[in-house]
């Protein structure tokens, strides 16, 4: 991080911050052995200018993981770059094109990364719903109103596919609609043509607008997707910095050559009026979610040394 040109004041703010970081416990990552994954839904970013405070609050919250998927990016990508100067020449970022109209509402979903960590392997691209030829035409019949983007990593000898989606708010039949038109993508991709995708471990993660784990819209997401939540999250209640308990973000998975460990949760920068009081005490209260966020960052961490699988599997064949 550059601390450079940051006034006193950002100092003994940021300090109080980290002491809310070192709260959460997220463990150190180590090369080869371990990543640290997280999501965050960053309000409205790049839609109006934020002030220093708020981009230096941001970076130094992404400064804690290895790779996030970063939803409610939007088409100006100014504060974005200012973010990235803070975090230093070895982030590097696989970015969406952003959509037009307003059920789009201009978002990009981003995937940051420290490349010392965790590489980036070549494969980028939007998920569509899936499509029946009428006429001549081929339409799709469900409505994504922000599309799903994934990209490929590796971290040690773990390679992995990230899938990262923004849901709909709104009615909950067409939320109920897309979600379970989603998990019957990732279905059809990693069971009925399994031979045929990128790679077989995926890990999926987002804002899906949840408000609990195991209710009709979690049920949509995951019963024919066969994703499964990491233990170390089966007991995170909030999300989002609301009042109540809400699972708006999730880390779900299809993983066959990994481990995630018992670390996982979210960095609480919300709660005792610390943004308001502490973070920016000279703004508004109604204003100092867009500064940071109305999402907390939910994260969990890895083991990426899968050579007792790899020794596994080639003795399975080998016999």
Same mark, same amino acid.
Request: some cysteine.
């Given at each position: ?7 006193a004041?950002?100092? !003994?703010?940021?300090? &109080? ?9 997220i463990? !150190? ?38 790779? +996030?998927?970063?939803? *409610?990016?939007? /088409? /100006? ?16 970022f696989?970015?969406?094109d952003? !959509? ?6 201009q ?6 990364? %420290? *490349? ?16 029946? @030829? ?20 590796q971290a040690?000898?773990?390679?992995f ?13 067409? &939320?109920?609609? *897309? ?11 990693? /069971?009925?043509?399994? %031979? ?14 949840? #408000? ?9 997401l995951?019963?024919?997707? #066969? ?5 170390a999250?089966?007991?995170v ?17 299809r ?10 949760g979210? +960095? ?18 109604? @204003? ?12 969990? !961490? ?18």
């Amino acid at each position: 991080m550059d601390y450079s040109n940051i006034t006193a004041s950002q100092a !003994q703010r940021l300090i &109080r911050l980290n002491e809310r970081i070192a709260a959460a416990n997220i463990p !150190q990552s180590s090369l080869d052995q371990s990543l640290n994954v997280a999501t965050w839904n960053i309000r409205n970013f790049g839609k109006a200018k934020r002030y220093d405070d708020g981009i230096l609050f941001i970076a130094q919250i992404l400064y804690q993981f290895d790779l +996030i998927a970063i939803t *409610e990016v939007r /088409d /100006d990508l100014t504060d974005f770059k200012r973010v990235l100067q803070l975090l230093g020449p070895q982030w590097k970022f696989v970015i969406s094109d952003w !959509q037009p109209d307003r059920g789009g509402n201009q978002e990009r979903i981003a995937f940051l990364y %420290d *490349e010392r960590i965790v590489s980036f392997t070549g494969l980028a691209a939007e998920a569509s719903p899936a499509r029946t @030829k009428a006429g001549s035409e081929y339409t799709a019949t469900q409505s994504w109103w922000r599309y799903p983007y994934f990209a490929s990593f590796q971290a040690g000898h773990f390679d992995f596919i990230i899938l990262a989606m923004h849901a709909r708010w709104g009615a909950p039949e067409g &939320r109920l609609e *897309e979600l379970a038109s989603f998990g019957d993508w990732i279905s059809r991709r990693w /069971d009925d043509h399994q %031979d045929r995708v990128f790679d077989k471990d995926v890990i999926v993660v987002g804002d899906f607008n949840i #408000k609990r784990i195991d209710d009709e819209f979690y049920r949509a997401l995951t019963d024919r997707s #066969k994703l499964k939540m990491p233990r170390a999250l089966a007991g995170v209640q909030d999300t989002a910095t609301s009042p109540g308990n809400k699972n708006y973000d999730q880390i779900l998975h299809r993983c066959q050559q990994t481990a995630f460990t018992d670390n996982g949760g979210i +960095i609480d920068f919300a709660s005792d009026g610390f943004m308001e009081n502490v973070l920016f005490p000279d703004l508004p209260a109604s @204003k100092v979610t867009y500064e940071l966020s109305d999402h907390f960052p939910l994260w969990v !961490q890895l083991n990426t040394d899968n050579d007792d699988f790899r020794l596994t599997t080639a003795a399975d064949v080998v016999d």
